[in-house]
């Protein structure tokens, strides 16, 4: 009896390892990419404890222009940027997740103007770049070095929507892989569609039209960001401009639109402008960001079994224009960037509940508008 006992007390503690490392790290990196028109003058790095929520300066890297949004590799080696600038480039850059540390690999045209979003997949063999301006989307190829080759395709969406002042042209919004990374969907501000492309990386031009080739949404809805469910059967997509979400039925690159909510509260008639979209970590909950006159970030509880969305708060930001938010990978919590108010805040997430409480905590940093969570290994 004492030795199994004794052989017991020695199995414990390799359990108690065991369970540690299947939570995984409590300690990551938070990347920050933002507009250098103001204080900042580049991409900075913040070291961020799940445990608490806090977040503290680790590295940054200077003379980036305007890099407003970024991806990483899924190795996490290699960071991707656009410079939205009127003759928009690409920015590739080594990463060191234990320092923070990042170096400049090279920089290409991004075949258009202002882009605003960039994808990677998961081989790192393409970046996806969508052009606001211009209304194209670009395909870069990637070395093993992590450098960006010119670009192998360019795309161009024809149209306008009714807004003449928004919508006088394409305005391509994002450009997405999905979960299987068997289509690229892009959205399209001006044309008020989501465009979905077959995704073949062996070939010399990889993206070409699915069937079919798009869904449009209400004219004048302005397409912005979209998002995958967990379990990857619905699409939600917030629109800029009609400050809605639409959620869609979701099958091997068809849409079929089932549900529409509005981001207002009930008589609101100001200014709005929604921007991020994002799912908590358990696919249970769809947060979205609302900016102009309304700052604040809405929750909605999903129903596992439609994909069906149901409000359950509206949370202020703190700040002005919340143009993206991030969810730690714990699901503990969130945090928000204010572009035009130069700061971030923390908020505390309910499990339970999905509500957002805010946890005291703030950081002041230059025109912050995308933030990206990596392991810090």
Known sequence: MKKIVLFIAMLLPLFA????????????????????????????????????????????????????????SSNNKFIYAVNELPKGEVSSFSFEPKTGKMVLINKQPSEGADPCYIAV??????????????????????????????????????????????????????????????????????????????????????LEPATPPFVSVTPGDGPRHLEFSLDKKYVYLA?????????????????????????????????????AIHL?????????????????????????????????????????NPRDFAIDPTGKFMIVANQNSDSIYVFRIDNTTGKLTPTGFKLDIGNPVCLKFAPAL
């Open 239 to 275: 629109t800029e401009m009609g400050s809605n979400v639409h959620v869609f039925d979701y099958d091997n690159g068809k849409l079929k639109q089932k549900q529409t909510v509005s981001l207002l509260a009930e008589g609101f008639k100001g200014q709005t402008a929604a921007a």
């Open 17 to 72: 390892l065991a369970q540690n490392k299947k939570k995984g790290p409590s300690t990551y990196d938070l990347v920050i990419g933002t507009y250098t028109t103001g204080t900042s003058k580049g991409i900075a790095v913040y070291r961020f404890y799940a445990e608490n929520g806090r977040l503290a300066y680790l590295s940054q890297i200077d003379g980036v222009d305007n890099p407003s949004y970024l991806t990483l």
């Open 280 to 320: 908590s970590p358990d696919g249970r909950f769809l947060y979205v960001s609302n900016r102009l006159q309304t700052n604040e970030i809405i929750v909605y509880a999903i129903n596992q079994a439609t994909g069906e969305l149901t409000f359950v708060q509206r949370q202020s930001s703190f700040g002005k």
């Open 121 to 206: 997949d998961k081989a790192q063999k393409n970046i996806f770049v969508a052009n606001y301006s211009s209304g194209t989307v670009a395909v870069l190829p990637l070395g093993k070095d992590g450098s960006i080759g010119k670009a192998t395709q360019t795309l161009h969406d024809a149209g306008h929507g009714p807004n003449k002042e928004r919508q006088e042209a394409a305005h391509a919004h994002m450009s997405i892989l999905s979960p299987d990374e068997k289509y690229l969907l892009y959205n399209d501000l001006g044309t008020d569609k989501v465009n979905v492309l077959r995704y073949k990386p062996s070939k010399d031009k990889p």
